[in-house]
């Protein structure tokens, strides 16, 4: 889902402010006449990020139109165009940074999510996002998960409880803290960490419906299916990359939860180029 345009706003006036700070001072140097640009991807990619794009224009200069070729979560081909802007040169040009740094970020997220659902094709297992992302961005980036195909975990602390190791610890056992969690928050949705087959037992017993099986090897994560045999939606989780995604998911897990597609940025390689008569 989209973020809600206030988040957008703030995200995108932070941005201006990092980027235009008191003034941008190349904005003399042309003259303030119609101009129209348009914005090429040079790789394969996935499109996320529209929503940005064009407030970090619409901040600089509200007059500024854009039309889109496509939307975000479709695909875009080598050399593509994107969209076409048109607006006073100046506003173009100091918009153009900051609304391509958001296009590419979150496009680059949407497309890295799309090669782990590509990945998991077939097998019924769920790619989901986790808390690593770019400070100030997480919804943003949540977004553009979706768009590659993706599922979100929690959006933070405050919507859901995922139960990890310090808090068993803390609370004694896994049976004592499931049973408070539940207490404190009777209608949030509460998921439990274990770290092998005796705790995902515990945790079962407890009657634990969401587990996260925590740096499993394959042969754990096959045991641990049939142990659940149903009874808990079981996520796998640490250690998941392109190369073994596919083996993790043929394991019969529900979900798996991958770190990387928020963490481990690659950006995609956009273009603006203005229209020269």
């Not at 529209?50 to 070729?69: L, T, Y």
């Not at 979706?146 to 056992?173: F, V």
């Not at 998911?249 to 180029?273: E, Q, Y």
Request: one cysteine or more; charged letters at 25%; glycine letters at 8%.
């Amino acid at each position: 889902m989209l973020p809600d345009p206030a988040s957008i706003r703030a995200d995108v006036a932070r941005a201006l402010e990092e980027d235009v700070g008191s003034g941008d001072l190349t904005a003399g140097l042309v003259e303030s006449a119609p101009a129209s640009a348009r914005v090429i991807c040079r790789e394969p990619a996935v499109l996320a990020g529209q929503a940005w794009f064009e407030e970090s224009f619409r901040q600089v200069e509200p007059s500024v139109s854009i039309h889109w070729s496509l939307a975000d979560g479709q695909r875009l081909a080598v050399d593509q165009e994107v969209c076409r802007i048109q607006g006073p040169a100046p506003a173009l040009l100091t918009a153009e940074r900051t609304a391509l740094n958001f296009l590419q970020t979150l496009s680059g997220v949407a497309t890295t999510t799309a090669a782990y659902v590509e990945a998991v094709a077939g097998t019924g297992t769920r790619i989901l996002d986790t808390r690593k992302t770019l400070p100030g961005l997480r919804r943003a980036q949540k977004y553009a998960v979706t768009c590659g195909g993706g599922h979100n975990h929690r959006m933070g602390l405050y919507d859901a409880i995922l139960i990890k190791e310090n808090h068993i610890a803390a609370a004694g056992s896994i049976a004592a803290v499931l049973q408070r969690a539940r207490e404190l928050h009777p209608r949030v949705g509460i998921e439990i960490e274990v770290e092998d087959l005796a705790q995902l037992e515990q945790a079962l017993a407890a009657g634990a419906r969401r587990i996260l099986l925590d740096n499993f090897d394959l042969e754990s994560l096959r045991r641990a299916v049939a142990l659940t045999a149903g009874r808990a939606r079981l996520e796998a989780s640490g250690g998941v990359d392109l190369e073994r995604v596919r083996e993790i998911a043929r394991t019969g897990v529900d979900d798996i939860s991958v770190g990387a597609i928020t963490k481990n940025l690659r950006s995609v390689d956009f273009s603006m180029r203005f229209d020269v008569s």
